[in-house]
């Protein structure tokens, strides 16, 4: 089965930061527009950064505009989340996904496909 792989999670202290990356399980990411998500215990799984392929046009859920970057490097067939300055409150389990219809809209998340397992992220000091 396809499916996307995440990698990257770890603990970290307040203020530090972190790099995941999401690749491909049978399949390569560099076609597709790549989502990531994020759900931390007790709450809903929200969107936290998307990007388009060929070209890289980029999205950002509300509350990590300055602090995520997200990108990618079709050459090496991965996508990135780098994460700075990073706090407490964004602990939690990181998803990556594809984008089926390509126009990275995070908050429609039945359209996107391909879940991995995550990897996690656990801020605390």
């Known amino acids: 089965q396809l499916r996307v792989v995440e990698s990257g999670g770890g603990d970290v202290q307040p203020g530090g930061s972190l790099r995941l990356s999401c690749s491909g399980s049978?399949?390569?990411?560099?076609?597709?527009?790549i989502g990531w998500f994020r759900q931390a215990p007790g709450k809903e799984r929200e969107g936290v950064a998307c990007?388009?392929?060929?070209?890289?046009?980029?999205y950002y859920g509300d509350t990590e505009k300055g602090r995520f970057a997200i990108s990618r490097d079709d050459a090496k067939k991965l996508v990135y989340l780098q994460m700075n300055n990073l706090k407490p409150e964004d602990t939690a389990r990181y998803f990556c996904?594809?984008?089926?219809?390509?126009?990275?809209?995070?908050?429609?998340?039945?359209?996107?496909?391909?879940w991995g397992q995550g990897t996690q992220v656990t801020v605390s000091s």
């Open positions: 049978g399949f390569t990411v560099d076609g597709y527009a």
């Open positions: 996904a594809i984008d089926q219809t390509g126009m990275c809209q995070l908050e429609w998340q039945y359209r996107f496909r391909n």
């Open positions: 990007i388009k392929r060929a070209g890289g046009v980029t």
